[in-house]
């Protein structure tokens, strides 16, 4: 494999698993925290959600190595602009979730959701120049089909009869906030592109802990200020059992889950596209996860009808397709930058390598 900056080596087969790996923990979000968006305020949810990426941090950083950069990065005083923007950043594409997605169709949600590989390729292409690893039109190609399987799987769970469901969905359409959401898949893809860009000589999960203290330090008091966080009412068995969950979902995908999105941006050198269109496995996968908890969730419900099947396919071919053409070796275009022209790369100070 041809080295790339930082005496890294571009690994699609690396980052391919740890693209599929985040898929999953992402996907474990939306069931684990059903009962805690039911039983809880805005507030108390997001300050929960906060606390959890705080008991992540001890987790993240056990290797001495990781507590270094961990250090490193929250101690240089020339970082904290780029904390605060990558801040920033996630807030910016939050409020637009809550104020473009609140009272919008659940068909037009997941369609926005789902357009998150799309804006990712364009993201990385204007912040770093980098293209995906496979021509535009493959890429657009393979994007589609799987776009349109998870839309087929968003349609196949609402058990509302067709014409009435694209009716519901017109009006939602016609008369909804739907469009301040649209670039909000952006900002997601943002943030991770710029943890690469500036922290990509740190440890992955050192530099995500670093951006989860900044976040829980602004969002957390304000949170506990702006509502009665924890009053006694609100501590009763069925919402202490929705808080655990959501702590736990927290934990699997904010957590972990960021984390190897940014391992899968390393070992791809910031193909953005690529790694998130994996993304597209997440409505099949949260549809088998909620089929797994509604024993034990009652407002959890599956309804495995053949759209549903057929959807999967739809996304599944598209992505193993995907993972077939793309370049399993050598230097991605545009990524030579830190490699002179007599083939011989620049040490850097620390020689940072893949966590394993």
């Given at each position: 494999m041809a080295k790339t900056r930082a005496g890294r080596r571009t690994d699609y087969r690396r980052g391919t698993a740890y693209a599929i790996a985040t898929a999953m923990l992402?996907?474990?979000?939306?069931?684990?925290?059903?009962?805690?968006?039911?039983?809880?305020?805005?507030?108390?949810?997001?300050?929960?959600?906060?606390?959890?990426?705080?008991?992540?941090?001890?987790?993240?950083?056990?290797?001495?190595?990781?507590?270094?950069?961990?250090?490193?990065?929250?101690?240089?005083?020339?970082?904290?602009?780029?904390?605060?923007?990558?801040?920033?950043?996630?807030v910016a594409g939050l409020a637009l979730y809550d104020v473009g997605l609140s009272s919008t169709h659940p068909i037009i949600t997941a369609a926005i959701l789902n357009l998150t590989p799309f804006w990712a390729a364009l993201v990385a292409f204007?912040?770093?120049g980098r293209r995906t690893s496979i021509p535009p039109v493959a890429f657009l190609g393979c994007f589609l089909v799987a776009f349109c399987g998870a839309m087929v799987i968003a349609w196949s769970q609402i058990d509302v009869d067709s014409k009435v469901l694209a009716r519901d969905v017109m009006d939602s359409f016609l008369h909804s906030r739907w469009i301040y959401a649209l670039p909000a898949p952006a900002f997601f893809a943002l943030s991770g592109t710029l943890v690469f860009k500036w922290f990509?000589?740190?440890?992955?999960?050192?530099?995500?802990?670093?951006?989860?203290?900044?976040?829980?330090?602004?969002?957390?008091?304000i949170a506990v200020a702006a509502s009665r966080f924890g009053a006694p009412t609100r501590l009763s068995e069925p919402s202490a059992v929705a808080i655990l969950l959501l702590l736990v979902g927290t934990l699997a995908s904010s957590a972990a889950g960021r984390?190897?999105?940014?391992?899968?941006?390393?070992?791809?050198?910031?193909?953005?596209g690529y790694v998130s269109m994996f993304f597209l496995l997440m409505?099949?996968?949260?549809?088998?996860?909620?089929?797994?908890?509604?024993?034990?969730?009652?407002?959890?419900?599956?309804v495995p009808r053949r759209m549903f099947f057929l959807g999967m396919a739809l996304v599944t071919f598209p992505l193993i397709l995907l993972s077939l053409i793309s370049r399993p070796t050598g230097a991605p275009r545009g990524a030579t930058a830190g490699v002179r022209e007599d083939g011989v790369q620049p040490a850097l100070a620390g020689g940072r390598t893949l966590p394993e």
């Open positions: 992402l996907a474990a979000q939306a069931p684990l925290s059903t009962l805690a968006a039911r039983r809880l305020s805005p507030l108390d949810f997001m300050a929960f959600t906060q606390f959890a990426l705080l008991l992540s941090i001890p987790l993240l950083i056990m290797r001495a190595d990781r507590r270094r950069d961990f250090l490193a990065i929250l101690l240089d005083v020339g970082q904290w602009g780029k904390l605060a923007m990558i801040f920033l950043v996630g204007a912040v770093s990509s000589d740190f440890d992955e999960p050192g530099a995500i802990a670093s951006n989860f203290v900044v976040s829980s330090l602004v969002l957390i008091p984390v190897f999105y940014q391992i899968a941006l390393t070992a791809t050198e910031n193909d953005n409505p099949p996968l949260s549809a088998l996860i909620a089929l797994a908890l509604s024993p034990w969730i009652p407002a959890l419900w599956f």
